[in-house]
């Protein structure tokens, strides 16, 4: 809803594209509207639903923005390509990525790292059926997802991988996580070839 208002507050802005080039226009969304619909993504545990639902509303804005009616009949792809905008779910995934890493490299004794010592000692909690989504359930999906190769046009090298076998289930795979999220550049660099692999 914040999001909604300040894309709307700017709406004598956005009707005169004709004054404005696109790429000002991107650039006054980028620092006035996404802020505030991303804030505090990093800690947010949302399901496929929650991710699609994000999308698709972050498309209604871009094509509200460029003037691109449903007629004009843009696959998903080219908006993207014309806006030169990366989809929300991969902005989400990305930032909760870079806040693990931040986190996991925490003295022991801070509240977030005394959280997750506590939360993977005492065991997740017993739901029956499908768990509800949550913060940890994110992150060893993300975890799962990482891949431990990047692929370039010139040649191919190996990662050393990030992922842990089996996800992040216990307090074993938390204190591996943390010795390998020791090596800044590593995750950074995983993080990077992992977003872009799921984009």
Not at 105 to 130: C, H, I, V, W
Not at 143 to 151: D, G, P, R
Request: aromatic share 8%; charged share 25%.
């Amino acid at each position: 809803m914040l999001a909604t208002i300040a894309f709307r507050n700017m709406y004598t802005l956005w009707i005169r594209r004709l004054k404005l080039s696109q790429q000002r226009l991107i650039h006054l969304y980028n620092a006035l509207v996404l802020p505030i619909l991303l804030y505090n993504c990093g800690t947010w545990g949302l399901t496929q639903t929650d991710l699609k639902n994000l999308d698709a509303f972050h498309r209604r804005q871009l094509r509200q923005l460029l003037g691109i009616r449903w007629e004009d009949k843009i696959s998903t792809q080219e908006l993207y390509a014309i806006s030169n905008c990366l989809p929300i779910s991969i902005k989400i995934t990305a930032a909760r990525r870079r806040l693990l890493g931040h986190t996991l490299r925490l003295d022991p004794e801070t509240p977030a790292q005394l959280a997750m010592t506590n939360y993977f000692r005492n065991g997740a909690s017993k739901y029956r059926g499908r768990p509800p989504s949550s913060l940890p359930l994110a992150i060893n999906k993300d975890l799962e997802n990482i891949h431990a190769s990047q692929t370039t046009s010139d040649h191919t090298y190996a990662i050393p991988s990030i992922s842990i076998p089996g996800g992040l289930k216990s307090i074993n795979d938390l204190r591996e996580l943390r010795l390998r999220a020791e090596d800044r550049d590593t995750w950074k660099e995983l993080t990077k070839v992992a977003t872009s692999n799921d984009w």
